[in-house]
């Protein structure tokens, strides 16, 4: 089974400019996550998705920050304008919904805000 | 008060040591609690979990948790170099949403 897939690995970018991170979830997952993990700390939840809908975006900067997922499959993070506190790693995550099986991670995107 | 207070340590031990590492938590609510580990650069991976209270284990690791005093604890016998990674506890809240601790950071030395 193949895994959680993000790209990029890493991005640097100065302050007030835009990026982008993908994710595409382990096929027939239908919930998606996105998860922001600061230096020294746990990953911290931005957004949740079931299948196209948002089952919960309470944590995000939305001021800054947007997501979708499209069909229900990819998704997709934005940060504009990044502010130098963005910097950490996005990390993808999908699950089948059973709370046995947890979640399955992504490799995350390390986001460097200079 | 946080959800889940976890001591980042970091924690160092000589290969073949006994570690324990604790977390505890504040909703009465959870029911599963998952360990996961990270490996540096890496996202985290699912070690075990376990629901309400009890014990269980996987090889050389025990899972406990104590839900009367909010407690969450993992145990690794006959720790090894390989075992050296970030350990995060992350009880499952609604909506199948993880909430992590900080992460423990161990390093098993050789």
Same mark, same amino acid.
């Not at chain 1, 499209?70 to 997709?76: A, E, F, H, P």
């Not at chain 1, 979640?103 to 995107?109: D, E, H, I, L, Q």
């Not at chain 2, 993992?74 to 090894?80: T, V, Y």
């Given at each position: 089974?193949?895994?959680?897939?993000?790209?990029?690995?890493?991005?640097?970018?100065?302050?007030?400019?835009?990026?982008?991170?993908?994710?595409?979830?382990?096929?027939?997952?239908?919930?998606?996550?996105?998860?922001?993990?600061?230096?020294?700390q746990g990953p911290k939840l931005l957004i949740q998705f079931q299948n196209n809908g948002v089952v919960d975006d309470s944590q995000l900067p939305k001021d800054r920050f947007s997501a979708e997922r499209?069909?229900?499959?990819?998704?997709?993070l934005k940060i504009q304008p990044a502010k130098l506190e963005d910097s950490a790693v996005?990390?993808?995550?999908?699950?089948?919904?059973e709370e046995t099986y947890g979640?399955?991670?992504?490799?995350?995107?390390r986001l460097t805000v200079v | 008060q946080k959800e889940v207070e976890q001591d980042p340590g970091p924690l160092s031990v000589?290969?073949?040591?006994?570690? *324990? +590492?604790?977390?505890?938590? $504040?909703?009465?609510?959870?029911?599963?609690?998952?360990?996961?580990?990270?490996?540096?650069r890496k996202g985290p991976e699912l070690l075990?979990?376990?629901y309400s209270s009890g014990n269980k284990e996987d090889g050389r690791f025990t899972a406990q948790v104590d839900k009367s005093s909010k407690y969450? *604890? +993992?145990?690794?016998?006959? $720790?090894?170099?390989?075992?050296?990674a970030t350990y995060l506890c992350a009880p499952l809240g609604g909506s199948e949403k993880l909430v992590f601790g900080k992460g423990t950071k161990l390093t098993v030395n050789p």
């Open positions: 089974e193949a895994g959680v897939a993000q790209s990029p690995r890493y991005k640097i970018i100065e302050k007030r400019q835009s990026v982008a991170f993908w994710c595409n979830p382990i096929s027939g997952h239908a919930t998606l996550y996105w998860y922001q993990q600061i230096l020294g499209l069909k229900g499959v990819d998704s997709t996005y990390l993808c995550a999908s699950s089948t919904g979640y399955t991670f992504g490799s995350g995107t | 000589p290969e073949g040591a006994i570690v *324990s +590492l604790n977390c505890t938590y $504040s909703n009465s609510a959870f029911q599963y609690f998952m360990w996961y580990r990270q490996y540096s075990m979990y376990t969450i *604890s +993992l145990f690794i016998r006959d $720790s090894q170099p390989s075992d050296s």
